[in-house]
DNA sequence: CGACCATGTGATAGTCACTATCATATGAGA
DNA sequence: TCTCATATGATAGTGACTATCACATGGTCG
């Protein structure tokens, strides 16, 4: 399916997400298009489809043990973040350049982004780091937004510094917002 | 057009989100099909449909002006919530169920999200209430998450209690956040 | 080796969201 | 009354997505 994908990129490059249709992907590929909705589920996850989201857990349970949350967050996460900088660079931004220049997947993004902040806060929860719910969706909330945030920063100057720099500056902020602003 | 959600949410919560369509909506409200995609833009706005944005960020630029902007954004965004909470309760409760039940409705509604996330970074900037761009996203994202949670949380409990209520408890959980968690 | 079964694939047909386009009705202003 | 602008309805078309079918592959038994 990565061949899959690698086309589907290729095309959606040359003429825009919207003109492409599934069955010249499928074609292009060498595949049927039932082959794809089984394999990707639809059209905008085939853009969006990656594995990352446990490479981002994994680690965050254990540094939650020995640090305040807020500093383990951060260096589990950037040193997941700084993995995948070093892995799929070029692919990342690939990707995301088509989804921001379409609003249909940045829709379907919104979407992952929830999930994540629904992934974080069961994490915090289970770590005992947040002591309610209520404070685990607040604080997975505010944790998915400054990594977006920093993803976003991180792509607008095209991905020339490491992302772990620009998430340390993201949580720099964050620090700043309780404190009064 | 408040005619024409009125139905659909009637035939949504009978027959279920996915079992309804367009065309049978634009029937049972006596317009054509067409006149419903000019109106809402598309199937999924039916139910998302509403006029409270320009309601949450009314009076928010003025609030920032003389106090910090956490206790500001809390006062300014409780009094916005208030009203609805007074005057559109029902229908917002309905809405919320619906979207609740569909993963698709959710997708849409996770989009909207991120529009409050960019509309209060722009706020929070032009109000000098953030000093860059990246500090008002990292804060307009953690405020609107928490906002988000304070209206989920109001869900749970069925809109019992008021919503300002959850909100001053979804902040006081964010201010815990840079403390050290 | 051949029979059996499971899983993945291709192909077909059908539904429905959405778009584009045209003719018509309604309503305001000259 | 005439005119123009805007909103509506109807029609036809595209393409995403969902069945459901038959077929190929590969591994496990007898």
Redesign the pocket.
């Known amino acids: 399916m990565r061949r899959v994908q690698e086309r589907a990129l290729d095309l959606f490059e040359a003429y825009g997400y919207a003109q ?4 010249a992907i499928a074609e292009a590929a ?6 794809i ?3 990707f ?4 996850r085939i853009v969006l489809w990656d594995e990352y989201d446990p490479l981002l857990f994994a680690g965050l349970a254990d540094a939650l043990a020995d640090a305040p949350p807020l500093a383990a967050i951060q260096r589990a996460l950037g040193r997941a973040l700084a993995e995948l900088y070093a892995r799929d660079r070029e692919r990342i931004i690939r990707r995301a350049r088509i989804v921001e220049a379409n609003p249909e997947l940045r829709q379907a993004s919104a979407a992952n982004q929830e999930a994540l902040r629904a992934g974080l806060a069961e994490v915090l929860l289970k770590a005992g780091a947040a002591r309610d719910p209520l404070e685990a969706a607040v604080f997975g909330g505010a944790i998915a937004s400054t990594l977006e945030a920093a993803a976003l920063a991180w792509l607008a100057d095209g991905g020339a510094s490491p992302l772990s720099r620009h998430l340390a500056m993201a949580f720099r902020r964050l620090t700043r917002l309780c404190a009064g602003g």
């Open positions: 492409v249709s599934v069955e060498g595949v049927g298009p039932a082959t909705y089984r394999n589920g639809g059209k905008e």
